[in-house]
């Protein structure tokens, strides 16, 4: 099993941390959501610009996970504050994207992860994490709901030209 290495990411980052979001996000939902909105989706909401301001806000926490040979980007998480259509407490945190490619199912890596983003909340001072995530995506559910996620309300996603329901989770840190 590799040794991931998992770093706080710069914003000096931001390509590689778009590359892998890209990346991702059409391993997870080609063939579930139209490829043209996956494009979309991707340009607009991973742009390189997107990951460069997460990295550089005070209140957000990006993480990178790197192959242990050569260093490429497999994986990452961001934590910031909520953007959620639920009621918010100042002390919530969200769980705004967590993905890993492939190559690394079954390594451990996505555990890896979630336990430094829920680090990351607490040193921002989050009690409960929220996160978003496509509600007939049930493989995320399970992994959510194994780390101790429970449902709190729902919203309505945008992906491109589509439309999608999204359930929302949260859990106490």
Same mark, same amino acid.
């Given at each position: 099993m590799p040794a991931w290495q998992l770093r706080p990411a710069q914003a000096s980052d931001a390509d590689a941390l778009a590359m892998v979001a890209a990346a991702t996000f059409l391993e997870t939902f080609a063939g579930i959501l139209p490829g043209?909105?996956?494009?979309a989706h991707c340009s607009s909401k991973s742009s390189p610009e997107t990951f460069a301001d997460w990295a550089s806000? $005070? %209140?957000?926490?990006?993480?990178?996970?790197?192959?242990?040979?050569?260093?490429?980007?497999?994986?990452? @998480?961001?934590?910031?504050?909520?953007?959620?259509p639920i009621e918010l407490s100042p002390d919530d945190a969200e769980l705004r994207r967590i993905y890993a490619l492939s190559i690394t199912r079954g390594t451990g890596l996505g555990h890896a992860l979630m336990a430094k983003a829920?680090?990351? $909340? %607490?040193?921002?001072?989050?009690?409960?994490?929220?996160?978003?995530?496509?509600?007939?995506?049930?493989? @995320?559910?399970?992994f959510y709901e194994r780390q101790g996620f429970a449902l709190a309300g729902t919203r309505r996603f945008n992906v491109g030209a589509g439309w999608y329901d999204d359930v929302i989770y949260a859990r106490s840190l």
């Open positions: 043209a909105d996956i494009v806000h $005070a %209140r957000s926490a990006v993480t990178i996970a790197e192959h242990p040979d050569g260093g490429a980007p497999v994986g990452y @998480a961001v934590v910031t504050a909520p953007d959620l829920i680090f990351d $909340a %607490r040193r921002l001072g989050g009690k409960r994490m929220l996160l978003g995530v496509l509600g007939t995506n049930h493989v @995320a559910r399970a």
